[in-house]
């Protein structure tokens, strides 16, 4: 099993939309959490970043943490084609060995 | 402010060779991480140099390595390449790194193909 899990997809959804990203893990040790967005042929952009369990909203983005369940998220809302990228989630914690996940290619169609 | 670069952009190498990439962190950034993205094994992270000593690394055969030079510039190098050495290589700055390091910004990549 590999520490951090996450759907490689494609999820393809239509403009406006609500889209829901995800990643499982299994090292109870980590605490920081983050959430990268990566165009083609670019490098990762960090989005997102929560320390341990809780929501962290920015514009259209929603970060959300839960320790408990070893489950993180992020939520867009109104989604636009501008969105479609492939979405990385990151973390660590008790070393600084930031451990990602494979990452979700996301598809906004018009 | 000028962000991460990264020389060069793409590189064709073949086996057995060596590689030399160069990362320039963003003004003011201490830390410098390097990174491997593939499609198979994603994004995995090699090492951290700040003030030019190597503060943590991955797991990562000897034949890659790194260094920082004073102005926070940083540089890897893969010896005897191999086929399975082709990958996106990523170079990470931050202010200090560390755990629950600042943010971290990312080059755009150097493209390294092994034929």
């Known amino acids: 099993q590999k520490e951090v899990e996450q759907d490689p997809g494609p999820l393809s959804v239509p403009e406006g939309a609500i889209v829901s990203l995800n990643c499982t893990y299994s090292?109870?040790?980590?605490?920081?959490f983050m959430w990268y967005r990566q165009y083609s042929r670019k490098g990762p952009e960090l989005l997102m970043y929560?320390?341990?369990?809780g929501n962290k909203e920015d514009g259209r983005f929603t970060a959300q943490v839960d320790k408990s369940s070893k489950y993180i998220s992020l939520f867009i809302r109104d989604s636009q084609p501008s969105d479609s990228a492939t979405y990385l989630c990151?973390?660590?914690?008790?070393?600084?060995?930031?451990?990602f996940g494979r990452g979700t290619s996301l598809i906004v169609h018009p | 402010k000028a962000g991460v670069t990264q020389t060069p952009r793409y590189l064709i190498k073949t086996r057995g060779q060596q590689v030399t990439l160069s990362c320039s962190p963003i003004s003011g950034h201490r830390s410098v991480s390097w990174y491997q993205q593939t499609p198979g094994q994603g994004l995995q992270f090699l090492f951290e140099y700040f003030s030019e000593t190597q503060r943590n690394k991955g797991n990562f055969p000897g034949r890659f390595s790194g260094r920082q030079f004073s102005n926070s510039r940083s540089e890897m190098n893969v010896s005897t390449l191999e086929l399975g050495d082709s990958a996106l290589y990523l170079c990470a700055s931050s202010l200090a790194g560390g755990q629950g390091s600042n943010e971290q910004f990312f080059g755009p990549g150097t493209r390294l193909t092994v034929l």
């Open positions: 990151a973390m660590w914690g008790g070393s600084y060995i930031p451990t």
């Open positions: 929560t320390y341990s369990s």
């Open positions: 090292n109870s040790a980590f605490q920081y």
